[in-house]
């Protein structure tokens, strides 16, 4: 028999599944994964981030992926789209990656300036 | 419990089971896997989203891409294209879920069909998974029986429900709170609460879309209803001909016990509730809740006159409540966000939202829920989408066989209990069944006769004699056999059997025919009179007859006619026996010289 507390416990265990199928509010994380973003690599980074929203259990980041973003040499791409805030993309992004991505970005909301475009970009300007 | 980045949800209502979602659900399941997308995309079996028209319906979330009219081959297409790679398969969309400007895909609440609409009772139909116990607490379930377990007493449960102002959504709106305050102030060792699922009126699927979809949601209900009235054993009484929902109310009860949410000491509160599902073998006459308690005892499913009611003298002689099953998916609702909330929906004498299940000729036939005060023209041409092929609309009938229909004239009174009994009309149980200029009034109101004279108990003269005639006059009339007087006949039989019948299947029997009579009282003359039915619907009142001018006489017609009414000879006009003509059209589809026309 479940008890006032266990059926909380049960109600929060699954809000984190069926969170999706609500509104939209909140951070929402974007992969890219079209033919260019598979074939880089952009599965891995996909679970990776998955594997961490879930083990931090955040409840209103929704992890979604999406077409080609356009700049297929840098692929794989994520991008994080936060309410009230310009949207962070983040390029030729690995798996082990995204456990500061996740940290540093949408925890604490200081995005990881030398993943992003922005910085890419720098880059190969100096070459 | 592992979580998923992309949720499919498939319609395993009725409509889109039997337009083939089982074999999607499989389909789905079966790409999914094979490319490797099992651990990250979850499928699942939900109940009606409504747009029965367009399924069977498959809505993927966290996008909100809305499927329509998903066929086992698309299924590929989506898996490869929408999961594997992000891009919505924009020509499988459902028409209007996307922005026509922008080409964006809408959400659902934007799209016509659903922005209108105001989902309490259907709240979870759709969104939640009817077969997961886990998936109904997340979405809010047992919150509203865990409140009134510690925190209301009894007196107070009934007093917001009877503040909400929530009426009977099985037809009749007699108010629920004070149905409930009776059965709590009758006196009795033992109570019982009753669900009454013995959805009977042809065209109507709102209360089996509910357990279908929300099983939980009534389960529930119930339960805050026995502890309201002090009763520890309640019934759900089902049809039998609703397989699936019969199937998901079971699976339902049986993990509410494994949870300890029914059974004895419930959420250790000391409470003991339990339930069990009785199947009625479709009788229409069951829905009545007399008759409804007698089929339960296992006795033949009978009205008795009332008083004594139910709430005094009911099952097994006990204090009974009875409500429908609608009216049991809005309680948890008002229970959580308060009588206030509940009544400031609707009108000042029908609060809250009604269900409806559009049917006939309309574009989006499928399963609707509108405020109250809503008007039938919004209802219809907004929601529904109009009438198809550009017909114009002719009446639509609300209440099933115990309703009226109503004519153009009427189309902007708003939808609430006491307009529509004004105007002829019932509110019923939610059946709305559209006409267009197609349909003949006369013949309409003939078919719901007939329906009454099969389901009449037979237990009292005026309904199983007084149904019988009227069907018969109505039978000449649609076979050019009516005779002057018919329709005066039909009016006093009518409101004689409306005030003498036994239960409400008699004394509301006669509303189809009052009311086509009282809104299209020229096409029953033009039956009886010029023998013409205006919509060319009524067999009886057709003729086939040979143009003189065409005929070649090759006799081809006098050959193929079944029961050899058209003579004639060479160089001579045939000619057809009207008396004899069975009007099977034969000679008119075999004549070769288009000579024969229809009228």
């Not at chain 2, 339930?275 to 308690?293: D, I, P, S």
């Not at chain 2, 003298?313 to 049991?328: A, D, I, S, W």
């Amino acid at each position: 028999m479940k008890s006032i507390k266990d059926l909380e416990a049960i109600r929060n265990k699954t809000l984190e599944d069926v969170n999706l199928r609500k509104d939209r509010k909140g951070t929402r994380v974007v992969v890219g994964m079209a033919t260019c973003g598979i074939a880089a690599g952009a599965r891995p980074v996909l679970l990776a981030l998955m594997d961490e929203v879930q083990k931090r259990g955040l409840k209103d980041v929704t992890v979604a992926q999406t077409g080609c973003i356009g700049v297929c040499r840098l692929e794989p791409m994520v991008e994080v789209y936060t309410p009230g805030e310009e949207k962070v993309t983040y390029v030729s992004v690995t798996a082990d990656m995204v456990p500061r991505i996740v940290t540093e970005h949408i925890v604490n909301g200081n995005p990881v300036m030398e993943y992003t475009i922005g910085a890419a970009e720098n880059n190969t300007d100096k070459k | 419990m592992e979580t998923f980045r992309s949720h499919v949800m498939i319609c395993g209502g009725t409509g889109c089971h039997s337009s083939g979602s089982g074999d999607l659900i499989k389909a789905f399941e079966e790409q999914i896997k094979g490319n490797g997308l099992d651990k990250e995309v979850k499928v699942v079996r939900t109940g009606c989203f409504g747009l029965c028209e367009v399924g069977p319906i498959v809505v993927i979330y966290p996008e909100g891409a809305f499927y329509s009219r998903v066929k086992a081959e698309d299924v590929k297409e989506i898996v490869e294209e929408h999961l594997l790679k992000g891009r919505i398969v924009k020509h499988l969309l459902y028409h209007d879920s996307i922005n026509e400007n922008s080409g964006d895909i809408k959400s659902l609440n934007e799209v016509n069909f659903y922005k209108k609409q105001k989902r309490i009772a259907l709240k979870n139909c759709g969104i939640i998974d009817p077969e997961n116990i886990d998936e109904y607490l997340a979405f809010d379930g047992y919150k509203a029986l865990t409140k009134v377990l510690t925190e209301m007493t009894p007196e107070e449960v009934i007093k917001t429900v009877k503040d909400s102002g929530l009426r009977g959504r099985g037809g009749a709106g007699f108010p629920t709170g004070l149905k409930w305050d009776f059965c709590y102030k009758a006196k009795g060792d033992k109570k019982y609460v009753l669900c009454n699922a013995d959805e009977g009126d042809p065209g109507a699927f709102m209360d089996r879309s509910v357990l279908e979809g929300d099983p939980l949601a009534v389960i529930e209900a119930m339960t805050i209803a026995g502890y309201a009235i002090g009763s520890d054993q309640g019934f759900i009484y089902v049809r039998a001909e609703y397989p699936i929902a019969v199937q998901r109310l079971q699976h339902a009860i049986k993990q509410a016990r494994e949870y300890g949410l029914l059974g004895k000491n419930i959420l250790e509160t000391g409470f003991d509730f339990d339930l069990e599902v009785r199947l009625g073998a479709g009788a229409f006459v069951c829905g009545e809740e007399t008759a409804l308690m007698r089929s339960i005892e296992g006795k033949r499913g009978e009205p008795r006159p009332r008083p004594p009611f139910p709430a005094n003298q009911g099952l097994f002689e006990k204090p009974t409540l009875l409500n429908n099953v609608e009216t049991y998916a809005n309680i948890t609702q008002i229970i959580l966000n308060g009588a206030d909330w509940f009544s400031a929906i609707g009108t000042e004498k029908s609060k809250g939202t009604k269900v409806f299940a559009l049917g006939g000729k309309i574009n989006n036939t499928g399963l609707v829920e509108i405020p109250m005060g809503m008007t039938l023209r919004e209802v219809l041409f907004d929601v529904g989408g109009g009438i198809p092929n550009g017909k114009k609309f002719k009446a639509a009938q609300t209440g099933g066989p115990s309703g009226g229909c109503i004519p153009t004239s009427k189309l902007d009174i708003p939808i609430d209990y006491d307009s529509l009994v004004s105007i002829g009309s019932m509110m019923g149980s939610g059946g709305l069944i559209v006409m267009d200029e197609d349909n003949c009034m006369v013949d309409i109101a003939r078919f719901f006769m007939e329906f009454i004279v099969e389901e009449s108990c037979g237990k009292c003269a005026p309904c199983r004699i007084g149904t019988k005639r009227m069907k018969e006059i109505l039978d000449r009339i649609v076979a050019g056999k009516g005779v002057e007087g018919d329709i005066e006949k039909l009016e006093e039989l009518g409101n004689m059997l409306k005030e003498s019948a036994l239960c409400g299947l008699g004394q509301t029997a006669p509303n189809p025919v009052l009311s086509t009579i009282r809104y299209f009282r020229d096409e029953y003359e033009a039956h009886i009179k010029d023998k013409r039915c205006p919509a060319g619907v009524c067999k009886g009142l057709m003729r086939y007859t040979i143009i003189a001018d065409k005929c070649k006489s090759c006799g081809i017609c006098a050959k193929n006619c079944p029961v050899s009414c058209i003579s004639g000879e060479k160089k001579v006009p045939y000619v057809i026996d009207q008396d004899k003509c069975i009007k099977c059209g034969q000679c008119m589809e075999k004549c070769p010289f288009g000579a024969i026309e229809l009228k």
